[in-house]
C-alpha cells in the first residue's frame, strides 16, 4: 500500500537548471495537486489536475510547469530553477470533486536552489 | 491580508492539560472546513473536519463560528505525541478542491 510517492526526496541544484519533482500515487485519485511551503506561509498551491491531460493554475504557477498524462503521475517541473524556488514541495491527491473530500499528501521534496 | 490567519505559537503546554487555539478566515463563502497536523515539515495529515454543530474526536474538540468567522481547537488531556503544528484549512464553495491554509499553529506538550 504506497499510497502518495515522491522522489527525489532531496534535491540540490543551480540556479538555472531545469528540475522535475515526481508524485505518484497508486490510488487512482482523480485529482491531485503541487503545494511549496514556506516557513512563515501556509501551503500554497502552484498547480492542480482533475484528471489525466486536465490541469490549472494555482496560486503561485510562475515558473513552474506539470503534465498529467496518466492519472497515476503529476510531475512538476521548474523550467529554469531560480533561488526563490527553494522550498519544500508537496503533492497531494482526492478522490473525487466534492469540497469535503480529503486531501492525502506525499512524503514532500525538499529543494535547494544555490 | 492572508485568506487563513493562525496564531504561529508555540504553545507550551504541560502534559495532561487543556490548550485551545483559533483560525480565522477572512471569505464568507468558505464551506468546508479542517484541522491537518504537521509534524516536523513532514507531510500534512488531517486532524478532523470540523462540521457546523461542532464535533468531537475523541481528545480533540473542533468547533465553528460562522458568524465571527473562525474556527477553533482545542486538545484535552494534552499527551507528548501531541507536540505538532496544527494548519487551519477552509475550503471555498466556489474552489471544488483548492484548499487554504494557514501557516500553522505550533504546539509543544511538556513532561
Redesign the interface.
Known amino acids: 500500500d504506497a499510497g502518495i510517492t515522491q522522489s527525489p526526496r532531496y534535491k540540490i541544484t543551480e540556479t538555472g537548471r531545469q528540475v522535475t519533482l515526481m508524485c505518484h500515487q497508486t490510488w487512482s485519485h482523480s485529482?491531485m495537486?503541487w503545494?511549496r511551503?514556506d516557513l512563515?506561509?501556509?501551503?500554497?498551491?502552484i498547480y492542480?489536475s482533475?484528471a489525466a491531460d486536465i490541469t490549472d493554475k494555482?496560486e503561485v504557477p510562475d515558473g513552474y510547469v506539470v503534465s498529467r498524462s496518466k492519472t497515476e503521475n503529476f510531475p512538476l517541473t521548474l523550467e529554469s530553477a531560480t533561488r526563490s524556488q527553494t522550498s519544500?514541495y508537496?503533492c497531494a491527491s482526492?478522490v473525487g470533486?466534492?469540497?469535503?473530500?480529503?486531501?492525502y499528501?506525499?512524503?514532500?521534496t525538499?529543494l535547494t536552489v544555490l | 491580508r492572508?485568506e487563513?490567519e493562525q496564531d504561529p505559537g508555540p504553545f507550551n503546554v504541560p502534559e495532561g492539560a487543556t490548550v485551545a487555539f483559533n483560525c480565522t478566515y477572512s471569505n464568507s463563502a468558505s464551506?468546508?472546513f479542517f484541522w491537518y497536523r504537521q509534524d516536523c515539515?513532514?507531510?500534512?495529515?488531517?486532524l478532523m473536519?470540523v462540521y457546523s454543530s461542532g464535533n468531537e474526536d475523541g481528545r480533540f474538540t473542533a468547533q465553528l463560528n460562522r458568524a465571527s468567522q473562525y474556527i477553533s481547537l482545542l486538545i484535552r488531556d494534552s499527551k507528548l505525541s501531541d507536540s505538532a503544528t496544527y494548519?487551519c484549512v477552509v475550503?471555498?464553495?466556489d474552489?471544488?478542491?483548492?484548499?487554504?491554509?494557514?501557516?500553522?499553529t505550533q504546539v509543544v506538550v511538556t513532561p
Open positions: 485529482y495537486f503545494y511551503q512563515g506561509h501556509g501551503l500554497r498551491l492542480y482533475a494555482g519544500v508537496f482526492k470533486g466534492q469540497s469535503t473530500d480529503t486531501q499528501f506525499g512524503p514532500g525538499r | 492572508k487563513v464551506q468546508s515539515r513532514k507531510e500534512p495529515k488531517l473536519s494548519l475550503n471555498r464553495a474552489s471544488w478542491g483548492k484548499l487554504q491554509f494557514g501557516a500553522g
